[in-house]
């Protein structure tokens, strides 16, 4: 069975200008996170969606940062604005049960990441 | 504040030379412990998952372990096909299965 899929691989973009990274969870996974990873660090915390409802959004740096998940299903993930401190390695994860039914015990699979070069 | 902290930064071993990587946390409730490995380009690939003190997971030449504060993988007589970067995370307490990521041990094993 297919992984966690991330669209594009790599993104290139100016100062200014608004990036939208697409997530296509694994089959049938009704969670689904969104972490960023600088070069040398482990990934960090962004949001949270249990099927389409986000239910934690407070990894999300500012209001610039947005994410989706309208079907339950694929996520976007939206940077206005971006900024060159937005570049970083955009990865995200999914899981097959909602935190709170697994009692901890569910295992997020994460995605190859997109890379996100702001210039 | 959680936190989690991985020792060493970088490891460099013989081929066959077992050796152990920590990870130290801080968090009010830990809902389970992650070690995960990440090759260069790759995402994070799931290896364990520990819940509760004294546990312990092995899979072929690593071994999991985990105390009230800190996290032990051991790799025994490891081989060149081990090196990589390893991930310790924690789950904080709530039901958003936030993970908070220690900053990794990248392993090189040389033949």
């Known amino acids: 069975g297919a992984g966690v899929s991330q669209s594009p691989r790599y993104k290139v973009t100016k100062r200014g200008q608004d990036v939208a990274l697409r997530c296509d969870p694994i089959?049938?996974?009704?969670?689904l996170y969104w972490y960023r990873q600088a070069l040398g660090q482990g990934p960090e915390f962004l949001t949270y969606?249990?099927?389409?409802?986000?239910?934690?959004k407070s990894g999300l740096p500012n209001d610039r940062f947005s994410a989706e998940r309208p079907e339950g299903s694929i996520s976007t993930l939206t940077i206005q604005r971006t900024e060159q401190r937005d570049s970083a390695m955009y990865r995200c994860a999914s899981s097959s049960t909602p935190p709170r039914l697994a009692g901890g015990r569910d295992t997020q699979y994460f995605g190859p990441g997109t890379r996100l070069t702001v210039l | 504040e959680d936190q989690v902290t991985q020792s060493p930064e970088a490891l460099r071993l013989q081929e066959g030379e077992s050796s152990s990587l920590n990870c130290s946390y801080t968090v009010s409730g830990l809902r389970g412990l992650f070690w995960y490995r990440q090759d260069p380009g790759k995402g994070p690939e799931f290896l364990f998952t520990?819940?509760?003190a004294g546990e312990e997971k092995e899979k072929e030449r690593l071994k999991a372990t985990l105390t009230k504060k800190e996290s032990f993988l051991h790799i025994t007589a490891p081989k060149p096909e081990d090196s990589a970067t390893y991930l310790c995370?924690?789950?904080?307490?709530?039901?958003?299965?936030?993970?908070?990521f220690g900053q990794g041990t990248t392993l090189q094993v040389k033949p």
């Open positions: 089959s049938g996974h009704v969670s």
């Open positions: 520990l819940y509760s």
């Open positions: 969606f249990n099927y389409e409802a986000q239910q934690d």
């Open positions: 995370a924690v789950r904080v307490p709530g039901n958003t299965g936030k993970l908070i």
